[in-house]
């Protein structure tokens, strides 16, 4: 990577039948004590992840979130949903970066460079500093999600098609938080409200 300002950026929730996807861009300070600890947040213990979260809010150079919601995912697709969700990360930014970093083989169109690496999160310690940040700000809403609808059991699963959360949608019809243009969700006819 060259010099200058690195944002790594990554999503969560792209594959789940509810909820909103969330991205995050965050510039570290190449002094960060915890640079060598930043993993992909699927590889990290809830507790780490929570951990990292905390620290790299208070000391990373900055930081953003931003989200697609159900409504956006459902109008424009989930590949795009997650390109805008990760341009307005980006752009949230109150640093503006010179050089973007994404996880995954896509890169969202910006008035900047941006990058594509495939296993990014595993490889870049912006890009897993930015799927730390964004599945604890996705899973927290999905659990604050399980308060209204509990039926549904989301603070178990995240919104993922488990076998649980199939036979849930079956029995109770699909959340206005489920997203109606995935093939099991559109199966579930009736909403709840």
């Known amino acids: 990577m060259s010099d200058g ?3 790594g950026v990554d999503e969560v929730g792209r594959g789940p039948l509810a909820g909103p996807v969330v991205a995050a861009a965050v510039i ?6 915890c640079l060598g600890e930043y993993r992909d947040s699927k590889r990290l213990s809830a507790r780490k992840r929570l951990a990292l979260y905390h620290h790299l ?10 989200q697609a919601s159900v409504e956006e995912i459902d109008a ?4 795009n949903a997650t390109m805008l969700a990760m341009r307005r990360a980006v752009e949230a930014l109150p640093i503006r970066p010179d050089q973007v970093v994404v996880d995954g083989n896509r890169k969202p169109s910006l008035a900047v460079p941006v990058r594509a ?11 897993a500093a930015a ?8 899973d927290r809403f999905m659990c604050r999600l399980d308060v209204q609808f509990p039926q549904y059991a989301f603070a178990a699963h995240k919104g993922y098609g488990t076998k649980a ?6 029995a109770h019809g699909a959340s206005p938080w489920h997203r109606r243009s995935f093939a099991p969700v559109r199966r579930c006819s009736s909403g709840v409200g």
């Open 165 to 170: 959360h199939l036979e849930a949608l079956a």
């Open 76 to 79: 424009l697709n989930i590949l």
């Open 57 to 66: 809010r208070r000391h990373a150079l900055a930081y953003a979130l931003a």
């Open 5 to 7: 300002l690195i944002a």
């Open 131 to 138: 799927s730390i940040a964004a599945k604890v700000v996705r």
């Open 117 to 127: 690496v495939v296993g990014g999160d595993a490889k870049v310690p912006q890009i």
């Open 28 to 33: 570290l300070r190449m002094d960060d004590p």
